[in-house]
């Protein structure tokens, strides 16, 4: 099955937006719908990414403000954080422009997820 009802949408959509419905989507019967499993298993992809992402971010940050407190930093790590939202928000929202939207280096491991 490749088209996704507007329950489907709105359940992958919430997937790149809230993280736990890509883990309901992977743990049941929907992942029989292939392009719901693979929209599941890319946002679960780039949820852990952002997760790392804001590890590393605020490691970084710690580690330079032992040597120096620069509060530009701050500013900086929070538009990093808003930006990487930003772009999870913008990939859910591509659900409901009917197309099958890869992320870059993510895609290759979510078909093989999913």
């Known amino acids: 099955m490749n088209t996704l009802n507007y329950e489907d949408k709105v359940l992958a959509a919430g997937a790149y937006a809230f993280f736990i ?9 929907k992942r029989r719908n292939k392009l719901l499993a693979f929209h599941a298993a890319q946002a679960l992809l780039l949820w852990l990414s952002i997760l790392l992402i804001f590890i590393l971010l605020r490691t970084s940050l710690s580690l330079i403000w032992v040597l120096a407190y620069l509060p530009f930093l701050e500013w900086l790590a929070n538009l990093v954080r808003l930006l990487i939202l930003a772009y999870a928000l913008y990939c859910g929202s591509r659900i409901f422009m009917e197309e099958k939207y890869r992320i870059p280096y993510l895609n290759f491991l979510a078909e093989a997820l999913s």
């Open 21 to 29: 419905p890509s883990l309901y989507i992977i743990l049941t019967k």
